[in-house]
């Protein structure tokens, strides 16, 4: 008889071990937003080491993020024109346009109808201008959709003629604002909620985060989708709070000015105290408006068969009408949405200078489409995300900031946006050649 030898394999480890990469998958995250913070927090530590410490203030990243919004707010509704593989080069004209329209509507006809101040004044101004907006870009998306003109031709004729048009509507005049409230969309000292309140929108914006990852761990379970890990969901929504916190704590640690609380104190009749007053700004109006606006715009493309019917087209616009996809209304509409947040981009410009002047909006159009693609929008359609579009608004911004923080001459400052962009294009490239 002869021997029988057992030969003996390594039993697998019930816990495997856990790599960067699988750890990373296991949050979910998009390893291209990933370095979208990553480059931010890189642009960030250089320009705060070459402007000698002025970049990383409170100050400077409050201001940062007010002079974002505009481009943030429109970024996310270029995300779904260039996600349909069109291109918009009218945003900027289309800012200013809306925004003259704004301007000469609230100073001309409805200030002296309701009289100063009187909150009607705003909703109209806003209601006006989003309503001029949505009709720019519907005759826009008319003309591309179903007179088969392409868009890069019709968008480049409405940059010359909405922009010939804001000098129309007021024959070259700057047009004051003559509404407070209206001004509080700028920002600055009035249009900031303050410390408390800023808080409160923490406290608010943190249940928020927990309660979205519950939904969508039982709609899964619903569904009998894959779950995250239980550790991976505490992650998350540890980090979004942690990064509202901290968000919350360098709004509140700029402060009003000496003078600007004095006044301030005086008009509310504070006693001001030996040691001066403290008055924290805390988030601007702004902020809050081109945060509402991504919250929704996220909501409308990952939630809505409007949203999926886009990424359909996008992705493949022959066999999304194959499918029943009726592509031209949603061209229209697509195009509609971005006239609308235009225009919502012009409120916060326009409160923010006070005034509607004809070159509001000049090279807009570049920083937003930047925006886009820097954040992870292809050129090639068919994927973007909301919040890179708005990532990348911030990184555009940085840069600027950045630049004149350091006395950089604007002629430079353009060299170098045209830079990151043809850089941001060919990352895009890059990638989808690898993962092709």
């Known amino acids: 008889m002869s021997d029988t030898t057992t030969a003996t394999t390594p039993v697998p480890s019930s816990q495997p071990k856990r790599t960067a990469s699988s750890f990373i998958g296991a949050l979910e995250i998009d390893v291209r937003f990933l370095g979208m913070v990553g480059a931010l927090a890189a642009i960030w ?16 990243i409050w201001n940062l993020s007010v002079q974002s919004s505009s481009i943030a707010v429109m970024s996310t509704g270029m995300v779904l024109v260039i996600v349909m593989r069109h291109i918009d080069l009218s945003v900027g004209s289309i800012l200013g346009v809306t925004g003259m329209i704004m301007a000469v509507f609230q100073a001309s006809y409805l200030t002296p109808a309701f009289g100063f101040n009187n909150p009607a004044v705003m909703a109209l101004t806003l209601a006006a201008g989003i309503a ?18 392409p868009a890069f031709i019709v968008t480049l004729g409405g940059l010359l003629v909405w922009r010939g048009a804001a000098w129309a509507v007021a024959e070259g005049k700057t047009i004051p604002l003559t509404d407070d409230n209206f001004k509080l969309l700028g920002g600055g000292a009035s249009g900031s909620i303050g410390a408390t309140w800023s808080w409160i929108v923490a406290v608010i914006a943190c249940l928020a985060i927990a309660a979205a990852t519950l939904q969508a761990r039982r709609q899964r379970q619903r569904f009998h989708f894959p779950l995250k890990p239980l550790w991976a969901e505490i992650v998350t929504v540890a980090a979004g709070c942690a990064a509202v916190v901290a968000a919350t704590l360098v709004v509140n640690a700029y402060e009003l000015p000496a003078a600007l609380a004095r006044r301030f104190a005086q008009a509310a009749g504070i006693t001001v105290p030996p040691e001066g007053l403290h008055i924290s700004f805390g988030y601007a109006v702004p902020v809050l408006v081109a945060l509402a606006v991504g919250i929704i715009m996220t909501f409308i493309t990952t939630r809505t068969r409007f949203g999926r019917y886009v990424f359909a087209i996008g992705g493949n616009p022959e066999a999304a009408e194959l499918a ?10 697509v195009f509609s949405l971005m006239g609308a947040l235009a ?18 909006g000049t090279l807009d159009e570049l920083y937003v489409i930047a925006a886009a693609v820097i954040g992870g929008t292809s050129l090639a359609g068919g994927s973007g995300t909301i919040a890179g579009a708005m990532l990348g608004a911030l990184v555009m911004q940085s840069l600027q900031s950045g630049m004149v923080l350091m006395r950089v001459d604007t002629p430079y400052q353009n060299i170098v946006v045209g830079a990151v962009l043809v850089f941001a294009v060919w990352i895009d490239t890059a990638y989808r050649k690898r993962f092709k």
């Open 45 to 60: 530590i250089v320009f705060d080491f070459l402007a000698d410490g002025t970049f990383l203030t409170p100050r400077n």
């Open 132 to 149: 001029a907006g949505a009709l720019i870009g519907a005759l826009h998306g008319f003309i591309i959709a179903y007179l088969g003109v």
């Open 324 to 333: 029943g996809i009726n592509t031209k209304r949603v061209t229209l509409m």
């Open 343 to 360: 225009a919502i981009g012009a409120a916060i410009s326009t409160a923010r200078l006070n005034s509607a002047t004809n070159a509001q």
